[in-house]
């Protein structure tokens, strides 16, 4: 008995969404709009952590060596640092290694190449490049390397790392919280708009739910097939939102690719990783807002 | 079958539509309900159905008594009684075969069953070749045939009919009277409201006649008085 009605009430459902065609693609464009713009918005916010981000991991602390200091000295203080909790990676760059790499930078300046042939040996000191765990303990990395008392070590100023840190911590902070609020009132309005739209869709069978109740059909009966109906029409809001945003998305990687050059910015890569959790919530939100503006809905339409 | 007893209704401020309205329909009746516009008659008929409550009284069908019934019960019923409107109050969106297995689908009737039995009720109001149609695409006599089939359908032992010749024509109007003049044959009670004064005196049944929401005549072979 249950099943019998639970497959009827699909089947009025379908056929409700097919009779009233141009009905349901009115709630599906509005829906599909909605979860547009929602993927929108969270295109920016994987953009901004990305950036943020990237500068964050570009944030180290160099120490520089004395320039005669033994190799084994430096290993042995290398080490050390490695040991300490704050401390994700050390890289030592050998005196070689720091004039190769100052070389390979200024291939294009004759000049400085110049200058340095006139030198006639290798200005450079060795140094250790360290860098954070987490950029936020920074002050703790700097307390547990001044504590560090070896000769090798010619010089420790990192003071002037410590302005640059906090100012990109102050706009990550903003930039979070611009986008939270900016977000929510996002969610807000799409809330709004699809619970509206799932309103009006039902505004026009007042008649029928008023009908179909003194024909003796319980409130189930006349509120399932409206549930299942803004399930289904959630269901294919996003289902049309994602063929829209892929070749959306896919258009617009080449630019993010050159405008954030260097940066491992990949929003296509993202959306494939995380595709069932994004549009599996998406549509979970769309149901909710469709299954509640349905049951308001039709609640107060078959009072009869 | 049909008992009211003291049954009044008020609507806000201060209509009163029916005031101690006292009657008892008997099994397999044929009962007119006349009376002018504005009367109570369609208050007596929401009454019956439930779709509105008495102020003070009591309301028993077929030994229920419902003058007081929840939500869930409304529906159940609603299934009981079949109801014949004057503006038809079929859904748009279904064919008349729909509409009609509607009735019997909110029962939880197996599909074999509606499939055999819609059809045959259909025959019987004169539609078997318009079962496909939607109501729009056929007149308005025969949207209230398929009315009368909806009602029939689940096979009720009560019929309501609130000025179903209301919106028809006087060879409509016939045909539909004699419809339920067939229906009211086989066993069904029928309890039929109108203000049709043609109708009335053509049945030569019982007429219970309300003036200003007081039973004011009450004749077992009766005319329209009023």
């Known amino acids: 008995m249950f099943l019998l009605s639970f497959l009827r009430v699909i089947k009025f459902s379908l056929q409700d969404i097919a009779r009233n065609i141009w009905l349901s693609i009115i709630t599906i464009i509005i829906i599909t709009l909605a979860l547009f713009s929602v993927n929108l918005l969270l295109t920016v916010k994987v953009l901004t952590s990305a950036t943020v981000g990237a500068v964050k991991d570009k944030i180290d602390v160099s120490l520089y060596l004395k320039s005669e200091a033994p190799e084994n000295l430096i290993l042995a203080l290398k080490s050390q640092i490695e040991n300490i909790d704050s401390v994700a990676k050390v890289d030592y760059i050998s005196k070689q290694a720091a004039i190769e790499s100052f070389r390979e930078k200024h291939k294009n300046d004759p000049e400085i190449l110049q200058a340095l042939l006139e030198l006639g040996k290798n200005p450079l000191s060795p140094g250790l490049i360290i860098k954070p765990k987490d950029i936020n303990n920074y002050d703790d990395l700097i307390v547990s390397l001044n504590k560090i008392d070896n000769d090798i070590i010619e010089s420790r100023n990192f003071d002037d790392h410590k302005a640059i840190l906090a100012k990109i911590n102050n706009i990550a902070d903003k930039a979070s919280e611009a986008g939270l609020f900016i977000s929510s009132l996002f969610v807000l309005i799409t809330i709004l708009v699809v619970y509206n739209a799932v309103r009006v869709a039902i505004f026009t069978h007042k008649r029928e739910i008023g009908i179909m109740k003194l024909v003796g059909a319980s409130t189930w009966f006349i509120r399932a097939p409206y549930l299942i109906s803004g399930v289904i029409y959630a269901l294919l809001g996003v289902v049309v939102a994602i063929i829209i945003i892929y070749p959306f998305l896919s258009l617009i990687q080449p630019y993010l690719a050159s405008f954030f050059s260097g940066l491992k910015v990949n929003i296509l890569d993202y959306y494939n990783s995380n595709f069932l959790l994004i549009f599996g919530l998406e549509f979970l939100a769309a149901s909710l807002v469709n299954v509640l503006a349905s049951l308001v809905a039709v609640g107060k339409y078959s009072k009869v | ?226």
């Open chain 2, 1 to 226: 079958m049909i008992k009211l007893s003291n049954i009044t209704k008020i609507y806000p401020p201060d209509i009163t539509a029916l005031h101690k309205v006292n009657l008892h329909i008997k099994p397999g009746e044929f009962v007119s309900v006349v009376g002018q516009s504005g009367t109570g008659k369609t208050t007596l008929v929401k009454l019956l159905i439930s779709e509105e409550k008495a102020d003070d009284g009591k309301i028993v069908i077929g030994g229920w008594d419902i003058t007081a019934i929840g939500q869930a019960e409304i529906s159940v019923l609603r299934r009981q009684i079949g109801v014949v409107f004057q503006d038809f109050k079929l859904l748009y969106k279904k064919t008349l075969f729909e509409n009609v297995a509607f009735a019997l689908q909110v029962c939880g009737e197996p599909q074999r069953k509606i499939n055999n039995i819609v059809p045959q009720v259909l025959k019987i109001v004169g539609l078997e070749n318009k079962m496909h149609r939607y109501p729009l695409q056929i007149s308005g006599g025969e949207q209230q045939r398929a009315v009368i089939a909806r009602a029939l359908v689940h096979r009720p032992k009560i019929l309501l009919a609130d000025e179903p010749t209301g919106n028809l024509d006087s060879i409509n109007a016939d045909e539909i009277i004699e419809i339920l003049q067939k229906i009211n044959k086989f066993g069904t009670t029928v309890v039929l409201v109108t203000h049709n004064r043609e109708v009335v005196n053509k049945l030569r049944k019982r007429v219970i006649t309300i003036e200003n929401g007081l039973v004011v005549g009450d004749q077992a072979v009766g005319k329209y008085v009023l």
